[in-house]
């Protein structure tokens, strides 16, 4: 048997729980769970138990220092991870040892979970000097800070709450940006809500909005604050840009609080678990409002909009104009799109296609003229690329919410985040791609290839579709074995009525021999690979 892949190294400097809650304890938990290998740094050693902290011991700034120097020598770090400090001059050189590291490795993410006390209460763990040294040392070397509200209103100087008005988290996440950390989520698991945990999300330049779950019903969530921030340092090493290393951080602490469990008189831990798979993923609004599937779908899981019905063969034809369209559904197509980039003409397209569909019984989607083809007496299908769905203003989202029980909803999707955003505005089916390298549109994304459409399929609320590269009955049969509920072709189909004919049997054949090879999906962890 070959030796297994060496993982990623992710220190994590942080407080030793002698309840083994929360602290390095939770850290190493959940660097397991992610694939990484922590190299847990002791900062400060605490006596706690589950009822709350007795006491805090910082280490000496040489004890810390001769760790650090240990594993610089042998274990240079992935990513850094810092949880319980307890002093400013260990505060000072983990800065310092930041800095001396990025000169070797600029990007070397940093993530600062700034913990100034514990839930279950007991002995202070910061005072005014701490905080201060914080803001001076650390945030403005931060990759990603993740206190929740409490926190970071410590942080930013003023009292520490939990409770206040919703609205104001993105004003404190974009004050602790100001202070030099470039990006920022607010947990809202310690927040008075009754149902919800909401957090804000402030990930520059990729994603902004509220990240929402249901809240899972147990008593017993110490150390999910430091599991959060652990694994999405974890994430970081592995890879992945922030947007997504939070929702992945977010889906793993979901599951470790499924799997928590009793261990004293009060809260016991969170575990992270390889051996489960992520808890469900959240959903992602648009910039500061809810998500639609809570504000218009009162939380459910099912899709917002009208259910997508897959056609039988599991072919999705995308046509640019509405004489090929038509020569598809003559072909005996039932899933069509009509992607007509031009604006001119764009109009007549849609009434021949839709009149083409019609008479055929196929579902036709319109790309882009959402606006148009709600105006058109048939009812069409919409799909929606993430930098249009982003662009609607308030009165265009009402809009395409009244229509969402005649309108079948799809949304692209690129990346985590992506994915969580369109299962939060209750999309009838999500795509995923590009599934491989393509040349119809010039994209940055990374191909997802067969194990990210496997995880998009295993995850998404929604049916989804494979784009994006899929030109051969070989392509269609090795990737309909992922399990998508359609595939996407477009050059594959030909661009002639008589290819067509020709083509499109071929295709069928080969996503029937790809489903027979579908195999249920792992009960275990396992993570997307990075997309960015």
Same mark, same amino acid.
């Given at each position: 048997?070959?030796?297994?892949?060496?993982?990623?190294?992710?220190?994590?400097i942080?407080?030793?729980?002698?309840?083994?809650?929360?602290?390095? $304890?939770?850290?190493?938990?959940?660097?397991?769970?992610?694939?990484?290998?922590?190299?847990?740094?002791?900062?400060?050693?605490t006596?706690?138990?589950?009822?709350?902290?007795?006491?805090?011991?910082?280490?000496?700034?040489?004890?810390?220092?001769?760790?650090?120097?240990?594993?610089?020598q042998?274990?240079?770090p992935?990513?850094?991870?810092?949880?319980?400090? !307890?002093?400013? #001059?260990?505060?000072?050189?983990?800065?310092?040892?930041?800095?001396?590291?990025?000169?070797?490795?600029?990007d070397?993410?940093?993530?600062?979970?700034?913990?100034?006390?514990?839930?279950?209460? !007991?002995?202070?763990?910061?005072?005014?000097?701490?905080?201060?040294?914080?803001?001076?040392?650390?945030?403005?070397?931060?990759?990603?800070?993740?206190?929740?509200?409490?926190?970071?209103?410590?942080?930013l100087?003023?009292?520490?709450?939990?409770? !206040?008005?919703q609205?104001?988290?993105?004003?404190?996440?974009?004050? +602790?940006?100001?202070l030099?950390?470039?990006?920022?989520?607010?947990? *809202?698991?310690?927040? /008075?809500?009754?149902?919800?945990?909401?957090?804000?999300?402030?990930?520059?330049?990729?994603?902004?909005?509220?990240l929402?779950?249901?809240?899972?019903?147990?008593?017993?969530?110490?150390? $999910? !604050?430091?599991?959060?921030?652990?694994?999405?340092a974890?994430?970081?090493?592995?890879?992945?840009?922030?947007?997504?290393?939070?929702? +992945?951080?977010?889906?793993?602490? #979901?599951?470790?609080?499924?799997?928590?469990?009793?261990?004293?008189? *009060?809260?016991?831990?969170?575990?992270?678990?390889?051996?489960?798979?992520?808890?469900?993923?959240?959903?992602?609004?648009?910039?500061?409002?809810? /998500?639609?599937?809570?504000?218009?779908?009162?939380g459910?899981?099912?899709?917002?909009?009208?259910?997508?019905?897959?056609?039988?063969?599991?072919? &999705?034809?995308?046509?640019?104009?509405?004489?090929?369209?038509?020569?598809?559904?003559?072909?005996?197509?039932?899933?069509l799109?009509?992607?007509?980039?031009?604006s001119?003409?764009?109009a007549?397209?849609?009434?021949? $296609?839709?009149?083409?569909?019609?008479?055929?019984?196929?579902?036709?989607?319109?790309?882009?003229? @959402?606006?148009?083809?709600?105006?058109?007496?048939?009812?069409?299908?919409?799909?929606?690329?993430?930098?249009?769905?982003?662009a609607?203003?308030?009165?265009?989202?009402?809009?395409?919410?009244?229509?969402?029980?005649?309108?079948?909803?799809?949304?692209?999707?690129?990346?985590?985040?992506?994915?969580?955003?369109?299962?939060?505005?209750?999309?009838?089916?999500?795509?995923?791609? /590009?599934? +491989?390298?393509t040349?119809?549109?010039?994209?940055? @994304?990374?191909?997802q290839g067969?194990?990210?459409?496997?995880?998009?399929?295993?995850?998404?609320?929604?049916?989804?579709?494979?784009?994006?590269?899929?030109?051969?009955?070989?392509?269609?049969s090795? &990737?309909?074995?992922?399990?998508?509920?359609?595939?996407?072709?477009?050059?594959?189909?030909?661009?002639?009525?008589?290819?067509?004919?020709?083509?499109?049997?071929?295709?069928?054949?080969?996503?029937?021999e790809?489903?027979?090879?579908?195999f249920?999906?792992?009960?275990? +962890?396992?993570?997307?690979?990075?997309?960015?």
């Amino acid at each position: 048997m070959p030796p297994a892949a060496r993982p990623p190294v992710v220190w994590s400097i942080a407080g030793h729980d002698s309840g083994g809650g929360a602290g390095l $304890s939770a850290d190493q938990r959940a660097a397991d769970a992610m694939g990484v290998h922590l190299c847990p740094v002791v900062a400060s050693v605490t006596a706690q138990n589950s009822t709350g902290v007795q006491a805090v011991y910082p280490l000496s700034p040489a004890q810390l220092d001769a760790q650090l120097k240990a594993l610089a020598q042998d274990m240079p770090p992935a990513a850094i991870k810092t949880g319980l400090l !307890g002093d400013t #001059t260990l505060i000072e050189m983990v800065a310092s040892w930041v800095r001396q590291l990025r000169e070797h490795n600029p990007d070397l993410p940093l993530v600062i979970d700034p913990v100034l006390g514990a839930s279950a209460g !007991g002995a202070a763990f910061c005072n005014d000097e701490i905080l201060w040294a914080y803001r001076r040392h650390l945030l403005p070397l931060a990759t990603l800070i993740t206190p929740n509200r409490a926190e970071a209103c410590r942080v930013l100087g003023r009292p520490g709450r939990h409770d !206040g008005p919703q609205q104001d988290l993105p004003d404190l996440a974009l004050r +602790l940006r100001e202070l030099g950390a470039r990006n920022v989520v607010i947990t *809202g698991g310690d927040a /008075p809500l009754a149902d919800w945990a909401l957090d804000w999300m402030d990930a520059a330049p990729h994603a902004h909005g509220w990240l929402c779950n249901r809240r899972i019903p147990t008593p017993h969530h110490h150390g $999910s !604050g430091c599991t959060f921030a652990a694994a999405a340092a974890s994430a970081l090493a592995l890879g992945h840009v922030c947007a997504d290393a939070i929702v +992945l951080a977010k889906m793993l602490t #979901t599951q470790a609080l499924q799997r928590a469990h009793e261990a004293g008189q *009060g809260p016991g831990p969170v575990m992270a678990s390889a051996a489960q798979t992520l808890g469900p993923l959240p959903w992602l609004g648009i910039g500061r409002a809810l /998500p639609w599937q809570l504000t218009h779908g009162q939380g459910e899981t099912t899709p917002l909009f009208k259910p997508f019905e897959p056609p039988a063969d599991g072919l &999705y034809g995308i046509l640019p104009d509405s004489e090929r369209l038509r020569s598809a559904v003559d072909a005996g197509l039932q899933c069509l799109q009509l992607r007509h980039k031009p604006s001119d003409g764009v109009a007549a397209h849609m009434r021949a $296609s839709a009149s083409a569909c019609a008479q055929q019984g196929a579902l036709l989607f319109i790309n882009d003229h @959402w606006q148009q083809a709600l105006a058109m007496q048939e009812d069409t299908g919409l799909h929606l690329g993430q930098e249009d769905l982003q662009a609607l203003d308030e009165p265009s989202c009402e809009r395409l919410l009244n229509a969402r029980h005649r309108v079948v909803l799809g949304l692209s999707s690129h990346s985590v985040w992506e994915l969580a955003r369109a299962a939060g505005c209750g999309a009838s089916l999500i795509a995923c791609g /590009p599934v +491989l390298p393509t040349t119809t549109k010039d994209m940055p @994304w990374v191909p997802q290839g067969e194990d990210n459409l496997r995880w998009w399929v295993a995850h998404s609320p929604a049916p989804v579709v494979a784009i994006g590269g899929l030109l051969t009955p070989q392509d269609l049969s090795r &990737y309909a074995a992922c399990g998508p509920a359609a595939l996407c072709v477009v050059r594959g189909l030909g661009d002639s009525a008589d290819a067509m004919r020709t083509t499109v049997p071929t295709l069928r054949q080969a996503v029937s021999e790809g489903r027979a090879r579908v195999f249920p999906p792992s009960d275990r +962890l396992m993570l997307p690979h990075p997309v960015l």
